[in-house]
């Protein structure tokens, strides 16, 4: 992301969120964003003790020790290279938040890799604090390999379809609910989303799956109109089963008219 140049310039990640929310409202996309979405005032007070482009290795560092050298210095690199310590709206890395996750899913899939959470925390220049909504609770989470190769990049906000292509570099297959089950719980923690039900992950025909499958009560989108909708992780696979690509994924599956007429007092 590059620095804003305007006071009109609003950040790619900050748009892309506000989106996901309004185009698609994912349940996964609506919870990480809404959690975002801090007071100004906090956000600056907490990014007042963060350091301005100082590498990662001086900090409280959670599971970071599992890392061999070079993928510490892959980290150190992305961090001074994706900060923006000047200009109107800077961008740093929450040092004592970076952090390794690791579960039996990641392992099995991913043997070669390592995943290293980065947090971000925006800052205002005083002069321009009433210009930006600063969101809080984004952050990027690396892929490295064990050479230090950074591998890719999954961006809290988004579709998610970096995880797709992970998947396919890695020619991971998926032909039978327990290798969807192993992939949803990668997905999950890779991207912080919590628990999910595998019993959810639905084959829909020989090269497509729907990862944590989940319908929605209906809710209104007017004050005339109301709708149910389904979200889940999309999966396209080929003949044998190989991932092809992914992505989250928002459907519409019934409208239905409100009456919004008021009756008259007394009637029930």
Known sequence: MGSPTGLSTIPPFIVSCVVDVI?????????????????????LAYADGQSDGVPISGGVLSGLETLNAAQRETVDKFVLEHERPTGELKRLADRNGIAVRSSAALRHLFPRSRFVVIPWILRADPAAQNLYSIPAGLFDVLGISDEGRL??????????????LFLHAYHVKVRNKTMACKVARALAEIYGHGPLLCSNDVRRSPSEWQLDYQEMPFRPVSSYEEVREAYYYHLTVD?????????????????????????????H
């Open 151 to 164: 591998e890719s990049t999954f961006h809290s906000s988004g579709n998610h379809e970096e995880f797709g």
């Open 23 to 43: 185009g698609m409202m994912s349940p996964l996309i609506v919870a990480s964003c809404i959690t975002r979405v801090l007071l100004l005032v906090a956000a």
């Open 239 to 267: 003949s044998s089963g190989v991932v092809l690509n992914g992505t989250l994924v928002g459907e519409t599956l019934e409208r239905r008219k409100v009456d919004n007429t008021e009756k008259p007092v007394g009637d």
